[in-house]
């Protein structure tokens, strides 16, 4: 079996940055897809250039939280006794408080967000999790019956360490997401956070460590830009964006083996 890997800017919309990462490094054809963070501010920006780049692979990365201490986001059902704020109004910081909020009003506003990309222009191949938020085992039912809405898929990984549902949730979503014909991901490689940096020994052990099958890569990438003024792994993020448009990560992706796919095919093949 051989090796595939999704390049994925997580984080479109959280930033001007993120934003302008994506875009060079898509028109370089150095990364594969990217997802939008609807709620954020930066999104009318990605919408308006998605909307004359329809070849843009762009999915919707649902967001429950808002983890900066300098800028924030609500949610774009309002601000409400449901669970899905903290007392400043803005959507928690962490995963531990957003999983327990209403699961009604954690859908309404999952819908939300997509609807507003879709209304946007934005062609949503797929949905994933910020901060893995809705991969909680309160929250998992929701995001699978989601991608059966709206016939995308969803990221899910058989491996359960890397996810927060139990390993019966896992079993049962990938059962269903193979009958779905949507991809299921072996694992999932992504940004080294906690280092000063991205080095090129991270990333080539990551990828040296994933196994056969389809991977997962969540990568961070940030132009330099407005980042700077409230996120602590800025330099993490943009050298991270020096080594990938330098085209370092494609290359250890070549001597790996690992070939780059996108979104797109896996949800038109769901809806063929």
Known sequence: MSKQIVIHVDDVAGSHGANAAFVELWDKGLVTCGAVMVPCPWFPEIAAIARQRPEFDLGVHLTLTAEWDKFRWRPLTGVRDNGLCDPEGFFWRDVAHARHADPAAVEAELRAQIDTALAAGIDVTHFDSHMGTVWMPELM????????????????????????????????????????????????VTTPFGKAEATEPDYRAMLERAPEGLIWGAFHCAAPADMEFFSPDIRLRTTEYDMFRSGRFRALLDAAGIEPVGMRAFRDRMRG
């Open 141 to 188: 039912e929701t995001y699978l019956r989601l991608g059966e809405d709206y016939r995308v898929p969803v990221v899910v990984t058989r491996d359960q360490d890397q996810m927060g549902a139990d390993a019966k949730q896992v079993t049962a979503a990938v059962d269903r997401l193979t009958r779905a014909k949507a991809p299921v991901f072996e694992t999932y």
